[in-house]
């Protein structure tokens, strides 16, 4: 099992540019997200999908888009890339809606540079 | 608005020491609480999680401790080595379809030698 895997695992990007984050699990699980991790902010979430098909706004979603799309791949996309968007992003998938089962792993991230 | 709050920011133990991080939160709605680790340049991985209906839950050298009346869960790290110097992020869970993880800002823990 490899679990969660991302690409790209790191990613440099110019202004105005835009790219896909892509990321897949073999857990079979029901809920993906995605995250952004800055240095003192703690992880904060984009998007999530509780399930295949359904995707809703987390606490930052504004300059994303997200893609469900299949149940084990859940696509993160930056139209046009700002440098505030440099950080470090994190897939991650859990079992269930239930709250034991709502535990996420995730996966190795993806570096972006934003120039 | 910050649902999970997390104390201390960093954390410098020495080895052989208690390392203690604290985390606080506000709706009584959460009904699971895990604690992640993370290392540098990972993702985070769960170290260990508790329900509040439990006071404290004990894995190896890793204690969850559980207030409910307070609103306050703490992960204790107990003969602290310098491998266990990484991030730590407490969370809450809500037991509601659709909902996910709501994250502490982190601590990061150094264990020195």
């Known amino acids: 099992n490899a679990g969660v895997t991302q690409t790209p695992k790191f990613q440099v990007l110019k202004t105005g540019q835009s790219m896909t984050l892509q990321c897949a699990q073999d857990?079979?699980?029901?809920?993906m997200y995605w995250y952004r991790q800055d240095p003192g902010m703690g992880l904060r979430l984009i998007y999530y999908?509780?399930?295949?098909?359904?995707?809703d706004k987390g606490e930052v979603p504004n300059g994303y888009n997200v893609s469900r799309l299949n149940k084990r791949e859940f696509s993160l996309r930056l139209e046009s890339a700002a440098p505030s968007q440099t950080s470090v992003y994190f897939c991650?998938?859990?079992?269930?809606?239930?709250?034991?089962?709502?535990?996420?792993?995730f996966g190795p991230g993806t570096r972006l540079l934003v120039l | 608005q910050q649902q999970v709050k997390q104390s201390p920011q960093s954390l410098i133990v020495q080895k052989g020491g208690i390392s203690i991080i604290n985390c606080a939160y506000e709706?009584?709605?959460?009904?699971?609480f895990p604690w992640y680790q993370q290392f540098p340049g990972k993702g985070p991985a769960l170290l260990i999680a508790?329900?509040?209906?439990?006071s404290e839950k004990k894995e190896g050298r890793f204690t969850i401790s559980f207030n409910k009346s307070a609103k306050q869960f703490s992960l204790h790290i107990m003969d602290s080595q310098p491998g266990d110097s990484a991030t730590y992020f407490c969370?809450?869970?809500?037991?509601?379809?659709?909902?996910?993880?709501?994250f502490g800002k982190g601590t990061t823990l150094s264990v020195s030698s």
């Open positions: 991650a998938s859990s079992e269930a809606h239930t709250s034991r089962l709502k535990t996420q792993y």
């Open positions: 857990m079979n699980h029901n809920s």
């Open positions: 999908s509780a399930s295949e098909g359904t995707t």
């Open positions: 709706n009584t709605a959460f009904d699971y």
């Open positions: 508790i329900r509040p209906d439990v």
């Open positions: 969370a809450a869970i809500f037991n509601q379809a659709g909902t996910a993880l709501i």
